[in-house]
């Protein structure tokens, strides 16, 4: 069984900005994390974003725009390098993104 740190724990349930090799982008509530795969709840992919230079602007500030998916109930997201707390204003400015479909 892996132990988790204090800092782990301290941020399942909460809202987080996910950045992965593989898959990108993500925001959503963190349910678990081992190693570099976590899964989220109620999660989006951002493509492609407007008004954050950074991963961390993501979380701080929020997108103001871009290519952001619409929510989906879980993901389980693999090859995780970066996890991010997220404010409470950048969760409702990715929120007010209007869902990108193609």
Do not use: F, Y
Not at 5 to 15: D, I, Y
Not at 27 to 44: F, I, Q
Not at 54 to 82: F, H, M, N, W, Y
């Amino acid at each position: 069984m892996v132990q988790k740190t204090e800092a782990q724990l301290s941020l399942v349930g909460q809202m987080v900005v996910v950045r992965s090799n593989g898959s990108g982008v993500w925001l959503g509530r963190l349910e678990a994390r081992s190693g570099d795969e976590v899964t989220l709840a109620e999660a989006r992919r951002a493509w492609q974003w407007e008004g954050a230079a950074t991963c961390s602007g993501l979380a701080t500030r929020g997108p103001s725009g871009g290519r952001i998916t619409e929510p989906v109930e879980v993901a389980i997201v693999l090859g995780v390098c970066e996890v991010l707390l997220a404010t409470d204003t950048a969760v409702a400015r990715w929120e007010a993104v209007k869902p990108w479909v193609a």
